[in-house]
């Protein structure tokens, strides 16, 4: 079965620095994969989805994900983090076919971001 | 505007008794789904329908029941076979399997 793994529940920056949020899927067959991010008491927003089209994959509010086949993984960056970036983030993926678009996340991690 | 909402945003319910979640969709949809969301835990699947009377159970579904009489609806039912129902629960729909889920506000259900 597909899985999921979000290092770190929770993630500190300061304002400006570097944010780096780590995702490792699990399937042999290079899944579909999406980050979301949601602020306290709200839905999931769709940050940026991963299809086969292009490894370097560019979403939302300056943020990009890269996948790696050779890692399994699809780690969320951000050159410079600001304030408005403080929320939770989750990683997730679908096989796609008979599955029908069922997701499977990750635990979520919490970015906090410091003056 | 198109986009998916759930209502109520607060529910309590108090012991033994059945509670329904509401989800609605003006997006044209044919997949929905709901999850349930704990602390630390991500999201789960609780159900998922990917057509008008059809229906499937996810990961969780021990303690719920769903219906899908129309497209745009997909309500949830917190039944009293749920011993711990204190969560944050989710609707989503996507157009395709390997499309965007879209997300709805959430609704956020609490136990007298």
Known sequence: AQSVTQLGSHVSVSEGALVLLRC?????VPPYLFWYVQYPNQGLQLLLKYTSAATLVKGINGFEAEFKKSETSFHL?????HMSDAAEYFCAATSGGTSYGKLTFGQGTILTVHP | DGGITQSPKYLFRKEGQNVTLSC???LNHDAMYWYRQDPGQGLRLIYYSQIVNDFQKGDIAEGYSVSR???ESFPLTVTSA????????LCAST???QGTQYFGPGTRLLVL
């Open chain 2, 82 to 89: 749920q011993k711990n129902p204190t969560a944050f629960y």
């Open chain 2, 24 to 26: 609605e969709q003006n």
């Open chain 1, 77 to 81: 960056t951000k050159p410079s983090a």
């Open chain 1, 24 to 28: 490792n899927y699990s399937s042999s």
């Open chain 2, 69 to 71: 009489e129309k497209k």
């Open chain 2, 95 to 97: 157009q395709t399997p």
